[in-house]
């Protein structure tokens, strides 16, 4: 995801199902509270367009 690169095969959408399934509800909060921050209009890139 940081690489912006897509799952290519079954075998990475099973180990990130696997890293996000092992989650702690704390982690889990922090990465949502990340996603919802980085969603804002504010949070966009200036140079993109």
């Known amino acids: 995801m ?3 690169e897509l ?3 079954e075998d ?3 180990l990130l ?6 989650l702690t509800s ?3 909060a922090h990465l949502q509270t990340i996603v ?3 969603s804002r209009s504010e949070a966009r890139d200036p ?3």
């Open 2 to 4: 940081l690489q912006r």
């Open 7 to 9: 799952l290519d095969d």
């Open 12 to 14: 990475q959408a099973l």
């Open 17 to 22: 199902n696997d890293a996000l399934g092992s």
């Open 26 to 28: 704390e982690e889990a």
């Open 36 to 38: 919802e921050e980085l």
């Open 47 to 49: 140079k993109r367009k």
